[in-house]
Structure formats: C-alpha cells, structure tokens
C-alpha cells in the first residue's frame, strides 16, 4: 500500500516536496515511480528510482529530485523552480522488475497511491 502526500498550493518557482511512504514491502526492493496527471490530459511519468537508477522526464530535469529513504520506507519527489505546468495530481507507483529503460512505462507498475494535488500558480 502507498501513501503519497505532500501536495499543496505553489507559487511559481517556489518548490515543493512530495513523499510516498510504502508499507507491505521495501522501497528498497522495487522500482517506485512518480507519474502526473494534469486535468484533460493523459496521465504521464515524472520520475522514479530502481536498482537501475534513475529516470526523468526531460521537463524536469535540473528542477525534480527522487530519492529514497530506505530507514523511512519513503520515496521523496523534490519540486523545484516550479511551473504552472506542473500542476497535476501526482500518484507514486510500484514495480518489480523493471529495468530503466522500461521505467517511464506505466503499464509496468503494480500498485499505486492515491494521489496528491500540485496546483502551481504563475
């Protein structure tokens, strides 16, 4: 199960930190992914850190940081130089067995969170 909060309301180029706190397992063990859904658009990856490492969309690269807690069992999306069009629902995710290549892939993951708002306003 995955716990995702952190969300709130932004100032443009202000930053915020997200977390995802997993129980029933280790965020050691699988690959956690970050993806967003701003609304009237398709749900679409952030983020994530696995055994390969990590990936990122290009839009973020330089402004969002993952990382694990292994202690806290917690993944932690650092936002920031934020844009409005980061404004999104952000979900956590969890796969097993991915590789990084296949890491933007949603279709690969197995359990999900429920969300957290991120409203960015210019």
């Known amino acids: 199960q995955l716990q995702a909060s952190g969300g709130g309301l932004a100032q443009a180029g202000a930053s915020l930190r997200l977390s995802c706190v997993a129980s029933?397992?280790?965020?050691?063990?699988?690959?956690i992914g970050w993806f967003r859904q701003a609304p009237g658009k398709e749900r679409e990856f952030v983020a994530a850190?696995?055994?390969?490492?990590?990936v990122y969309k290009d839009s973020v690269k330089g402004r969002f940081t993952i990382s694990r807690d292994n202690a806290e069992n917690t993944v932690h999306l650092q936002m920031n130089s934020l844009k409005p069009e980061d404004t999104a629902v952000y979900y956590c995710?969890?796969?097993?067995?991915?590789?990084?290549?296949?890491?933007?892939?949603?279709?690969?993951?197995?359990?999900w969170g429920q969300g957290t708002l991120v409203t960015v306003s210019s």
């Open positions: 995710a969890t796969g097993a067995r991915l590789i990084s290549s296949t890491y933007p892939d949603e279709r690969r993951y197995e359990h």
């Open positions: 029933g397992g280790t965020v050691r063990t699988y690959t």
């Open positions: 850190v696995g055994r390969h490492g990590t």
